[in-house]
């Protein structure tokens, strides 16, 4: 059964639309009224509210809301946060596909590190795991320069993911579960995932262990199977490891930077997808 509430400091997801409250309460960057003092006049500042609340009027609901830390002082109450949406009553269940659901998922920030961008995504039930598309398939961004009407974009965007991507997405997925992979094709996967993680710097783990099962429903060779227990595991973390050179214990902690959970989950899609 999938976890009901997934909940830390700056990530929030349930199984029903968030408040505006609860999202504040995770990501006040939504909420920001000025944009970072960095940002020049060129800068057409609208909250990410602004757009939120056109979307919500349109039957759109929030599922996940979680923002970054800045490493920056000063910068947490602009830094990049991300949420993911569904059509209420149109894509709300299993009905639109058996183990899990498409999302539109939005990224924003308001100290100059990102647009509005707008890409799907699919959230599944059985891990209550988040994939999201890579940058083959793309997505919509809205510019900060575009004036007072950035919410009928967002809004457009929205809507032109649901009517143009998602269909693409489904068609994908059910090529990766037709697709059974060799040994070797799945340690490349999990190749790649630690790259997207670790880059050049050493990881406290070897490939392998991203290929680990977690349930009964990754138990199995196709495309579709070994990308999810390589992006949960890459991921979520959580797994007990030891350090080489100092034969220290630890715990793989999770990927919490929206920056780095989107990098990493579209490299993992478009990587997967280049073996179908």
């Known amino acids: 059964m999938a976890r009901p509430l997934i909940s830390s400091a700056r990530v929030l997801r349930t199984g029903q639309p968030l408040s505006l409250e609860a999202i504040r309460q995770v990501a006040p960057a939504v909420f920001a009224t000025t944009p970072h003092e960095s940002r020049g006049p ?86 209550s795991n988040g994939l999201m598309v890579g940058k083959h398939m793309g997505g919509f961004k809205v510019r900060h320069t575009v004036g007072p009407q950035t919410s009928a974009e967002v809004l457009a965007a929205g809507e032109a993911t649901v009517t143009q991507k998602f269909p693409i997405m489904v068609e994908q997925i059910g090529a990766m579960k037709h697709r059974m992979l060799t040994n070797t094709q799945q340690l490349t996967l999990a190749d790649v995932a630690l790259r997207l993680r670790y880059g050049t710097t050493v990881a406290p783990f070897q490939a392998p262990e991203l290929l680990n099962i977690r349930r009964k429903e990754d138990d199995g060779d196709s495309v579709w199977q070994v990308m999810n227990r390589v992006q949960e595991n890459i991921i979520d973390g959580g797994w007990e490891t030891r350090s080489q050179m100092f034969a220290r214990r630890s715990a793989v902690r999770p990927v919490e930077r929206v920056s780095a959970v989107a990098q990493i989950n579209g490299g993992i899609w478009d990587a997967a997808l280049a073996l179908v």
């Open 42 to 127: 060129r800068y057409a500042y609208v909250p990410t509210s602004s757009p939120l609340q056109a979307l919500m009027d349109n039957g759109w609901g929030v599922y996940e809301a979680s923002q970054q830390r800045s490493r920056v002082e000063g910068k947490d109450p602009y830094t990049k946060h991300m949420l993911r949406m569904r059509k209420l009553g149109t894509f709300d269940g299993s009905e639109v596909y058996e183990e899990g659901t498409p999302e539109v998922i939005l990224i924003n920030a308001h100290d100059g590190t990102a647009a509005y961008h707008m890409m799907a995504g699919f959230f599944r039930f059985v891990c």
